[in-house]
């Protein structure tokens, strides 16, 4: 009888098999199913990501002999200290400069890009959008920056197009600032801003869009029901709503700045990044330590900007 | 004399080829309780999104208290909106939500903090300053959004669906304190529903929308009593229409007529003989289906009344003053 009830039940829905029993088994067991889901990622980011992570640091707590050139695995806070003196205190200031500029002009351009993608683009305009967006990030970024040198050269195509509009007069004014100005676009911080500036705005178009995208458009409504024009539905409605996409960009475009050492290097001024000076320091003068050492620098500002941002309620509309 | 509040001269809306509103004439006057009722998709929606500006027409004039509202747009408008959904600011606390207005019109900390407090007071939600939205019930909500748009003080109060997502005994609590808050206040109010209770217990005046025109402008009585066309018979509660013949037979006059259930009662003798196809149990009446001629009837009666099984053949009788010829026929 109860043979036949079970053979009843299993016509009923209609599974069997190791599959459908693997299923099943998942099923009546969420626990395992969380856990097969988790034991790879979990694996990668432990040990592959948050190991090496955790090498990197005690590597800056050891110093190098400056007789031998030989690392000393004893711990000291000598490297730490190394970082203060003016050399280190300068590319670490002159990164972090640029980063935030780049962070600020990139939610400045991604805001418009990324309200009309969600606000306005439907259907094939949106698929445009996408693409649009997206397909400077599938070819190889050394051939982007290669590109930004031939435009942004003394004898390149902005060069040209300012002398043709009879702009050559703006253009030499910008790069007759000092600082930031220089021979030609190419060789000046200017340059090196404009690249990473272009480099990276997908990055803050992408999660601003997706942000944008998910505040209702009757707040914005309700807004301008009591009252609000529409400066003020951005301040007090949009832009408060939409904070946890763009601190999400902000993150990628500051970050990604903060650690590059390729851009720099090819377009801008001889000065050092901390992305170049972690690339010299590992490598040709096998300073180890001190490379490592301001590898955590980006690292303690990224935890102390994602806190202050936390602390002024960036994160409260999630 | 009574000012018109709101006026539509030829009003039309349409999305692409859809006619959402379709040259809608309509006046509201000052300090009314106006029902706007429909089913979904007949442009009363739109109606009020037009008043309130989210919405341009396509043709047409839009007056509010004698302003041509053609280019105004919704923040320039002395109107202010309970959404359907109360669209609440989630980031911000139920007394920023409701001194909002004030905050956009550069009002103080302190006296926005005290309007709040009032308006919340109002509403019968006092304590609440501090809490945010997501915290609050669907009714609470719903009490925050109606204080949000009362305290700019409208000239017209428009309500989309407000009672739309409240349970039963709530929705009925909220139309009690809605009536009075709007007869207290003598603020014009418009409101949205497809419920045609809530139409006729609440409002001054009901218009029947379908398919983007109006039906029928008139009193609950008379929109309940004398429907224009099968439409209204049919949406405005529940109606029986009387074929053209039928009608001639009992008063003379050939055409549909509407007959309400509850305006026919069972007999012992006169009246016509029905056979009984249906009986349902409602609770507080019984509704059966009767066939008259082969056209079925509707009869609402209550319990009391002889309790009649399908097949068997009974009597019923109704006032012919009841029978209301309807201008239109079925469309």
């Known amino acids: 009888m109860s043979s036949s009830l079970q053979s009843l039940n299993r016509s009923a829905t209609g599974a069997t098999g190791p599959l459908a029993a693997l299923s099943d088994a998942l099923w009546r067991r969420p626990g395992l199913f969380v856990f097969l889901l988790l034991v790879l990622p979990v694996l990668w980011l432990g040990i592959v990501y948050l190991g090496s992570l955790f090498a990197l640091l005690i590597q800056s707590f050891f110093s190098i002999d400056e007789f031998s050139g030989m690392i000393r695995h004893e711990f000291t806070w000598k490297t730490y200290r190394e970082l203060l003196n003016p050399i280190n205190l300068d590319i670490i200031g002159r990164t972090v400069l640029m980063a935030t500029a780049v962070t600020i002009a990139s939610a400045i351009v991604a805001f418009p890009i990324a309200y009309y993608a969600a606000r306005y683009a439907q259907g094939r305009w949106k698929a445009f959008f996408y693409l649009a967006i997206m397909l400077p990030l599938w070819s190889s970024y050394l051939v982007k920056v290669y590109a930004w040198k031939l435009i942004l050269a003394k004898e390149g195509i902005l060069n040209w197009l300012f002398t043709s509009l009879h702009l050559n007069g703006l253009l030499e004014m910008l790069l007759a600032i000092p600082v930031i100005g220089g021979n030609s676009l190419s060789v000046s911080y200017i340059g090196t801003f404009l690249v990473f500036l272009y480099v990276w705005l997908p990055f803050m178009v992408l999660p601003m869009q997706a942000a944008i995208e998910r505040v209702p458009q009757n707040y914005l409504e309700a807004s301008a029901d009591l009252g609000g024009n529409p400066w003020q539905t951005f301040r007090h409605v949009l832009l408060p709503l939409a904070l946890p996409g763009i601190i999400a960009g902000s993150i990628f475009t500051f970050s990604l700045t903060l650690g590059d050492y390729i851009i720099p290097q090819i377009i801008g001024s001889s000065r050092l990044f901390i992305g170049q000076a972690v690339y010299s320091h590992q490598g040709t003068a096998g300073n180890i330590p001190l490379a490592a050492a301001l590898t955590v620098v980006p690292v303690v500002i990224m935890a102390v900007y994602l806190w202050v941002a936390k602390r002024k309620g960036a994160f409260d509309a999630l | ?331």
């Not at chain 2, 980031?91 to 903090?113: C, E, F, K, P, T």
């Not at chain 2, 919340?120 to 939600?125: D, I, P, S």
């Open chain 2, 1 to 331: 004399m009574i000012q018109t509040a709101v006026e539509f001269a030829a009003v039309s809306r349409h999305f692409g080829d859809i006619r959402a509103v379709d040259e809608v004439d309509l006046r509201i006057a000052e300090g009314e309780f106006f029902a706007m009722l429909g089913p979904s998709g007949s442009g009363k929606t739109t109606c009020l999104r037009l008043i309130a500006g989210f919405e341009q027409p396509t043709a047409g004039q839009i007056h509010i208290f004698s302003r041509a509202m053609a280019g105004v747009p919704p923040y320039r408008r002395q109107v202010n909106t309970v959404f359907q959904d109360y669209a609440l600011f989630p980031h911000l606390s139920v007394s920023d939500n409701i001194a909002y207005g004030l905050m956009i019109r550069g009002q103080g900390r302190s006296m926005r903090r005290r309007a709040a407090e009032e308006a919340l007071e109002l509403v019968r939600l006092p304590g609440y300053a501090d809490r945010k939205p997501g915290e609050l019930s669907g009714g609470q909500r719903q009490r925050v959004a109606l204080a949000r748009a009362l305290v700019n003080q409208p000239k017209v109060l428009l309500l989309d669906e407000p009672l739309g997502a409240l349970d039963l005994k709530l929705r009925e609590q909220m139309q009690d304190e809605l009536r009075s808050l709007q007869k207290s206040l003598g603020i014009t109010f418009v409101f949205v529903t497809h419920d045609q209770g809530e139409a006729l217990s609440m409002a001054d005046r009901v218009a029947v929308f379908d398919a983007g025109k109006i039906i029928q402008v008139g009193t609950p009585q008379e929109v309940y009593h004398r429907p224009r066309n099968a439409f209204v018979a049919d949406f405005v509660g529940s109606s029986n229409v009387l074929p053209a013949h039928l009608t001639e037979s009992f008063t003379g006059q050939s055409c549909p007529a509407s007959l309400r259930p509850e305006c026919i009662r069972f007999v012992d003798t006169g009246g016509c003989l029905v056979t009984v196809a249906s009986v349902s149990f409602l609770g507080s009446a019984t509704r059966y289906t009767v066939l008259l001629d082969g056209t079925p009837l509707t009869v609402l009666s209550d319990n009391a009344q002889v309790a009649a099984q399908p097949g068997r053949e009974v009597r019923i009788d109704w006032d012919n003053e009841r029978l209301h010829c309807m201008s239109e026929g079925h469309e």
